[in-house]
């Protein structure tokens, strides 16, 4: 039973940056490794995935259009972490961050098996 835990969240203005954390209980190497949020009455959305297998194929990241230039996805397999670096955020921003474990590197829900119980981010207008 994998358990991926959230930190890093809280309350900040419009402008300001967060850095989030993802740890998981099980090694990360092979999987893909994804963030993705959900406000209030809204769905859960993707924000960003990193994959980093097969190791010949190197890196391959992937971003939503509302956060790309802004947030940047991140890991340490070996200590099987990842971070997701949000600045210039926006009010829009607000939303539990989910952090997510996949075997394919993708933006939907269903493409995601195991989830944390995400960490709180408001940003304040």
């Known amino acids: 039973q994998v358990q991926l835990v959230e930190s890093g969240g809280g309350s900040v203005q419009a402008g300001d940056s967060l850095r989030l954390s993802c740890v998981s209980s099980?090694?990360?190497?092979?999987?893909?490794m994804a963030w993705f949020r959900q406000a209030p009455g809204k769905e859960r959305e993707f924000v960003a995935a990193?994959?980093?297998?097969?190791?010949?194929?190197?890196?391959?990241?992937m971003y939503a259009d509302s956060v790309k230039g802004r947030f940047t996805i991140s890991r340490d397999n070996a200590k099987n972490m990842v971070y997701l670096q949000m600045n210039s955020l926006k009010s829009e921003d607000t939303a539990l961050y989910y952090c997510?474990?996949?075997?394919?590197?993708?933006?939907?829900?269903?493409?995601?098996?195991?989830w944390g119980q995400g960490t709180q981010v408001t940003v304040s207008s």
């Open positions: 997510a474990r996949g075997n394919n590197l993708n933006t939907k829900v269903a493409g995601y098996d195991y």
């Open positions: 099980e090694r990360t190497f092979s999987y893909v």
């Open positions: 990193m994959s980093t297998w097969p190791p010949l194929m190197g890196n391959r990241l």
